[in-house]
């Protein structure tokens, strides 16, 4: 089975400052693995997604996550951030843990970014 | 292109009574899974169809099923409400099993309340 670890519950940033959402994952198999972003009373929405290949990935809204097999991380980052990406974030891992069965997205409990001007 | 449609977004139920949540995926995805969200649990995964069979399930009792029909549209039923049903239930579709290339899309919704 998999697991999804956000170290931080809440993370407030001033207005145009960098910021990284921390998101550390288990798994014994290869896995997938996603951000998503929800803002009040919404679904989520995704924002980049690592299948293979670099990684480093770049997704909307000037996000970009790296992911790190030997640490098992794969953190979010953002430059500089702007009031509305005030939003909640989480990491989500999926696998297949055998041919026969199917797949789900294990989420984190989410880290909540608040931008003040 | 039609995203995920959940209907209906707002429902209130009393203890014991059954409900039945709607989710029609994005037309050519094959692929629904239905997800809990609960402030004190966070996102937990339901269960994943795929060609009309429950291919995962996550950990919750019986009173929480599923089925998927032929034009893939899904359905979630829970038996025997309790107050802690109370929860944002989040439908998501894609093309195909495992097919990550766009993720998963998700609903908007279907806020539950169990009084």
């Known amino acids: 089975a998999q697991s999804v670890t956000q170290l931080d519950s809440q993370v407030p940033v001033f207005e145009e400052a960098p910021v990284e959402l921390r998101c550390n994952y288990s798994?014994?198999?290869?896995?997938?693995l996603f951000w998503y972003v929800q803002y009040p009373n919404q679904g989520l929405q995704l924002l980049l997604k690592?299948?293979?290949?670099?990684?480093l990935v770049k997704g909307i809204n000037g996000f970009e996550a790296e992911f790190n097999k030997s640490q098992t991380s794969f953190h979010l980052r953002k430059p500089s951030v702007h009031i509305s990406d005030t939003a909640e974030y989480f990491c989500?891992?999926?696998?297949?843990?055998?041919?026969?069965?199917?797949?789900?997205?294990?989420f984190g409990k989410g880290t909540s970014l608040l931008v003040t001007p | 292109k039609a995203g995920v449609t959940q209907t209906p977004r707002y429902l209130i139920k009393t203890r014991g009574q059954q409900v039945t949540l709607s989710c029609s995926p994005i037309s050519g995805h094959r692929s629904v899974s239905w997800y809990q969200q609960t402030p004190g649990q966070g996102l937990q995964f339901l269960f994943e169809y795929f060609s009309e069979t429950q291919r995962n399930k996550g950990n919750f009792p019986g009173r929480f099923s599923g089925r998927q029909f032929s034009n893939s549209r899904s359905e979630m039923n829970v038996s025997t409400l309790e107050l802690g049903d109370s929860a944002l239930y989040l439908c998501?579709?894609?093309?195909?099993?495992?097919?990550?290339?766009?993720?998963?899309?998700f609903g908007s919704g279907t806020r539950l309340t169990v009084v």
């Open positions: 989500a891992v999926s696998a297949q843990e055998n041919s026969n069965s199917g797949y789900a997205l294990n």
């Open positions: 998501a579709s894609s093309p195909g099993q495992g097919d990550f290339n766009y993720g998963y899309t």
């Open positions: 798994s014994s198999v290869s896995v997938y």
């Open positions: 690592y299948l293979s290949g670099s990684t």
